[in-house]
């Protein structure tokens, strides 16, 4: 597999990326992270560095809150499985 050049735009400036993505999940993650940026930038007046800091941290958070949430319901679904698998019948055996 090739890598594929993609320009995006994040805070005003453009990034040239280089990834096994396709072109349009390379936009999909600019999109979130200028989406943050901008919301950060408009709640603070911190440098751009700073907000990029900061920017890093919130999605980071999301991430990590979303892994969690993602095992946590990993966890419910094997414990309903094995509830279920406990409530099935056994097989009568002949003797």
Request: proline share 3%; charged share 30%.
């Amino acid at each position: 597999m090739e890598k594929i050049r993609t320009t995006v735009r994040v805070a005003g400036k453009e990034y040239t990326m280089s990834s096994y993505d396709s072109e349009e999940y390379v936009h999909r993650v600019a999109i979130y992270v200028d989406r943050k940026m901008t919301e950060l930038g408009l709640a603070t007046q911190l440098p751009t560095a700073t907000l990029a800091v900061l920017t890093a941290l919130t999605v980071a958070d999301d991430l990590l809150k979303a892994h969690d949430e993602n095992s946590r319901l990993r966890r419910e679904l094997a414990g309903v499985r094995q509830e279920l698998t406990a409530r099935q019948p056994q097989p009568v055996r002949e003797i």
